[in-house]
């Protein structure tokens, strides 16, 4: 199918749906078009994951929380974790 086959075809599909359905197409349009500008994007450059480090490295942030959370944080993990048979 050619590309102006293709929007003859999309054209009279269009003009055929009641405005509900319409309103569906033109999210999903938004969506394509958002997609589209996303991956066009620059990537943003990160510094590299630096190897060789040790889990005690991790000592350093030990009993460094900021935010009052805290429970919440450790509610979360108690309810969706699930437990462990060995």
Request: glycine share 4%; net charge negative; proline share 5%.
């Amino acid at each position: 199918m050619t590309y102006l086959e293709l929007h003859q075809k999309i054209e009279q599909q269009i003009s055929q749906l009641p405005p509900e359905q319409l309103s569906l197409v033109s999210d999903f349009l938004d969506s394509i078009q958002e997609k589209t500008t996303v991956n066009q994007r620059p990537l943003r450059r990160i510094s590299p994951i630096k190897r060789g480090k040790k889990a005690g490295d991790l000592l350093h942030y030990a009993g460094t929380w900021h935010g009052d959370d805290l429970e919440d944080c450790l509610r979360l993990v108690e309810e969706t974790r699930s437990q462990t048979q060995f």
